[in-house]
């Protein structure tokens, strides 16, 4: 391919799923209405790998996305023959293996001619009995490995996917690797970057972030929500790159959604901490800067991205059983419905722990009570009084399963023993589940053995081990803007000046905040401080470690503000209805903001 052809080449690449259990119409959507180079699918999250780990161990051909086999790929296996589309997915989760065993039979049976390769490696379960004796520690909390693990996963990166397309696979079948290497890939085999182009890792790695979370970045979770038109039949995203790493994102014509600066930008700061360091195995990016311009309706042109070379560890999460959990919910009507729900929740669980203590039982280990309807999710920012209507969700937690069922049974005497207006239990008597939590660590890339499978042959992986990152190299914060306080003129609620978008990282949060103008940042940027939003956003704070970080993202007038343990232990380990604080963006949203008489002349 001559220079001419190559600068001019672009690839697309379309994502199909967000997560384990997204709809199954995107494929198709995909499939049949764009023009794709490659299709990829992200299914995996620390909990679903916990899922998965706990199906192999009932059945040892079990373990993967099943639905990834009978819902995406069998209906369209003849057409992503035909167009030539190359499949990317992490949907093996904690047995790849037997995900490619179930995709070569679909193409057997089809008489198909494609090959299917299998990333392995990322497994450490194996591995529990010399890694207790490691003195391996929590990487936020420095706690001790637990003595028993459901799963233990290493976060790969592009090398192993990128070595099967070089190795001329049709359909790339992973377990546990970062979100992003599914689409990181394909652009350096496509364009031959090095694993030394760390500018251009930045941008594919961006580009795999932006469309990871699938129509969260057309529209979906989308703060001017009003505006987004057709959700039942939301465009998944395609991106086009091209070979300076700069990228379109765009969605299927007639589909619905929108692509907008606005659509791309809450997704670039999603589940982000530190912008100027995002990990990855392969490299290290700094999103500070990145520009995104509007090029057409649904058309965005994303750039900017910086990357600095990676680390020599691997970030390995892994999850271990506590205990038991259940979670009972039923309305309440009438007069002082609150106050009523209040009195009730507190007598069933204290009429239970009377029962345990006779039974010589152990207490609760934990309890959690919030009266929906009350906002209680804002904790003392709710402006709700006298609701008269309410639902009552009490979570509890239990080293036995059996009196977590003896709980299960009391709850319902509540609905004639109690205050009256009590309707029945939602979803009827609640069950027991184990409690998950997660366990995260660094773990050395060279105690890892990444292969690629390919007709039954294995394949050794080269991965780069050196620890090449140096933290100075990351750039100082620039100096926060800040206006004078003779020039407030009056107050408004940020949604008037910002969208915003959070999401969960382990126990942590992050809100993500995007002026609306750029002009609009100074006033932001004054009110907004770590501890003004920390004072704000108390009520979700856990312990004394709470903490609120901020940072700069100057390349699209925003911020990102990290909230330390601050979703009672994250994923199913919490017990509250909001565990990955999916909704604090909406709280903050109502953050009152002084301003000048300048944005207030804008505002009209």
Not at 499 to 527: C, M, T, W
Not at 546 to 554: E, N
């Amino acid at each position: 391919m001559n220079q001419t052809s190559q600068v001019n080449k672009s690839i697309k690449i379309g994502c199909a799923s967000a997560f384990w259990g997204d709809t199954q119409t995107a494929a198709h959507q995909l499939v049949k209405q764009s023009d794709i180079d490659y299709l990829v699918f992200d299914y995996l999250a620390e909990v679903t790998m916990s899922i998965m780990a706990g199906a192999k161990m009932k059945n040892p051909e079990a373990g993967y996305a099943t639905d990834f086999v009978s819902n995406a790929m069998a209906p369209l296996l003849s057409d992503i023959a035909n167009k030539g589309i190359k499949v990317i997915s992490n949907a093996g989760g904690i047995n790849p293996s037997a995900c490619a065993s179930a995709i070569q039979k679909l193409i057997d049976d089809a008489g198909l001619n494609l090959t299917v390769a299998t990333v392995m490696g990322d497994n450490l379960t194996h591995q529990q009995g010399s890694l207790q004796e490691q003195n391996i520690s929590e990487m936020f909390s420095n706690e001790s490995l637990p003595p028993m693990l459901i799963s233990m996963n290493a976060y790969l990166g592009a090398p192993g996917i990128l070595t099967a397309l070089q190795s001329n696979a049709d359909i790339i079948i992973t377990g546990r690797v970062v979100d992003s290497a599914v689409v990181l890939a394909p652009l350096m085999h496509e364009f031959g970057w090095s694993f030394e182009d760390y500018d251009k890792l930045a941008q594919g790695s961006l580009a795999g972030h932006i469309i990871e979370c699938g129509t969260q970045c057309t529209g979906g979770n989308f703060t001017d929500w009003e505006t987004v038109p057709d959700f039942h039949n939301m465009g998944f995203p395609v991106i086009e790159c091209f070979e300076d790493g700069s990228f379109i994102t765009t969605k299927p014509d007639n589909t619905g959604g929108i692509v907008t600066t606005a659509t791309v930008a809450e997704q670039l700061v999603y589940e982000i901490g530190d912008p100027r360091a995002y990990y990855l195995p392969d490299v290290v990016c700094d999103f500070t800067d990145v520009h995104i311009e509007q090029l057409a309706k649904d058309r965005v042109h994303v750039s900017g991205a910086k990357g600095h070379p990676p680390t020599d560890t691997y970030k390995v999460s892994s999850t271990y059983p506590d205990g038991f959990r259940i979670t009972a919910s039923f309305m309440m009507g009438g007069i002082n419905a609150q106050k009523k729900a209040d009195v009730v929740s507190t007598a069933l669980l204290k009429k239970v722990g009377l029962l345990f203590a006779e039974k010589g039982l152990a207490d609760f280990t934990q309890t959690s009570v919030e009266i929906l309807g009350t906002e209680a999710t804002y904790g003392k920012n709710s402006i709700v009084h006298n609701a008269r209507e309410v639902v009552v969700k009490i979570a509890a937690t239990h080293v036995d399963k059996k009196a977590l069922g003896l709980f299960s049974r009391e709850i319902a005497q509540a609905s004639t023993a109690m205050a009256p207006g009590l309707t029945g239990l939602v979803g009827g008597r609640p069950k027991v589940s184990p409690v998950i939590r997660l366990f995260s660590f660094l773990y050395p890339k060279k105690n890892l053995d990444v292969s690629v499978v390919i007709n039954g042959e294995r394949s050794g992986v080269t991965v780069n081990e050196e620890n090449k990152f140096a933290s100075v190299s990351i750039d100082p914060q620039p100096k926060p803007h800040t206006i004078a306080t003779h020039d407030i003129v009056d107050t408004v609620p940020l949604y008037k000046l910002a969208y915003a978008r959070s999401g969960d990282k382990g126990n942590h949060s992050n809100i993500g905040v995007i002026a609306r103008q750029a002009e609009f940042l100074p006033a932001i940027q004054s009110a907004l401080t770590e501890s003004t939003v920390s004072e704000f956003m108390a009520h979700v704070h856990d312990n004394a470690d709470s903490h609120v970080s901020r940072w700069q993202m100057p390349g699209i007038n925003g911020m990102n503000f990290m909230l330390e343990n601050s979703l009672g232990g994250g994923g199913i380990a919490s017990l509250r209805i909001d565990a990955q604080g999916k909704a604090y963006a909406q709280q903050l949203l109502e953050f009152p903001i002084p301003i000048t008489q300048s944005i207030a002349d804008q505002l009209k």
